[in-house]
């Protein structure tokens, strides 16, 4: 891609766009809310497919149980909103990257391939929100689709944190170096020190959605009973950030950097002659959230 095709695809496009979604839903509490913000979010947004990520921490025994509670809880969102798109839900990968030349073969990263090549006069924008294993995976296999879609990936620090030991990074490192080395458009969301500012509580949750809809009690539910001691304690909804920017980018500050190279250190290197993705660096934590909601509670 042509490095003013590249910048232009980094800007957003000023208008409804067509996305996908892909979020390892079962690891905590927020993908829930980005896949609940994405829905009801629909004159900003049409979500085409949704696949689940694998993931792997102490609520699952290893990258595919991962994956597979994700897809269950992704359809149970569906069921809570009564959406119709379970037959637009795909299981992703039921590993990581050997290297970066291997993709892992599933049906999320088939579907991502073939919805991307179809796309004619606008790009496919994929909401990511997880290691991006599936997404790696569709660009290894179909390399051509990277001229067809814009990647929105929350994961990785704030580029001047010292380290970059960061969940949906350090669960696939191979993957994520598919993305900042490959030259596909990239929006890059850091958690700590950009996305770590969307704090909420779960009075202001019980306040804004309990009692609203069905979605709105399962949400602050979930926040409710993550904690084994809520005293004086808040969250992090970190994933509502990608959905979010696609919304109204006015709420973030964000530039062109050039690509970042991940060290074996996992540490943020950078090099002057290598593409351009755009870096946010700031968010408006209270206009994001008055407008998730208002979308929630409607």
């Known amino acids: ?120 006069d606008e790009p496919l924008y994929v909401v990511a929100i997880g290691a991006p294993t599936n997404i790696a995976s569709a660009i290894l296999m179909k390399p051509e689709i990277i001229n067809k879609i814009v990647i929105i990936w929350l994961g990785g620090q704030a580029h001047h944190f010292s380290y970059n030991d960061e969940f949906n990074l350090r669960q696939d490192v191979s993957s994520v170096r598919v993305l900042f080395d490959s030259g596909v458009p990239l929006v890059q969301i850091p958690c700590k020190g950009v996305a770590s500012h969307l704090i909420t509580t779960v009075p202001e949750l019980e306040y804004y959605l309990s009692g609203k809809s069905a979605i709105g009690d399962y949400l602050a539910d979930i926040v409710r009973n993550y904690a084994e001691n809520a005293f004086g304690w808040s969250k992090v909804i970190w994933d509502i950030s990608a959905v979010a920017w696609l919304i109204n980018p006015g709420w973030f500050s964000s530039s062109l950097v050039h690509s970042p190279v991940i060290s074996d250190e996992l540490r943020w290197s950078f090099d002057r002659r290598r593409h351009f993705i755009r870096y946010v660096d700031f968010l408006d934590r209270d206009s994001i959230y008055a407008d998730l909601f208002r979308s929630l509670a409607d």
């Open 1 to 120: 891609m042509k490095q003013t095709e590249l910048i232009h695809r980094l800007n957003h496009p000023g208008r409804k766009v067509r996305i996908v979604i892909d979020s390892d839903t079962y690891n905590e509490v927020d993908d829930q809310f980005a896949l609940a913000y994405a829905l009801k979010s629909p004159s900003a947004i049409s979500v085409e497919a949704i696949y689940a990520a694998p993931f792997y921490n102490d609520r699952v025994s290893g990258p595919e149980e991962g994956m597979e509670k994700s897809y269950e809880e992704i359809l149970k969102i569906l069921s809570l909103m009564n959406v119709s798109l379970e037959d637009r839900v795909f299981k992703g990968s039921r590993s990581c990257l050997p290297d970066r030349r291997s993709p892992v073969e599933s049906d999320a990263a088939s579907d991502l391939a073939a919805r991307a090549i179809a796309m004619e």
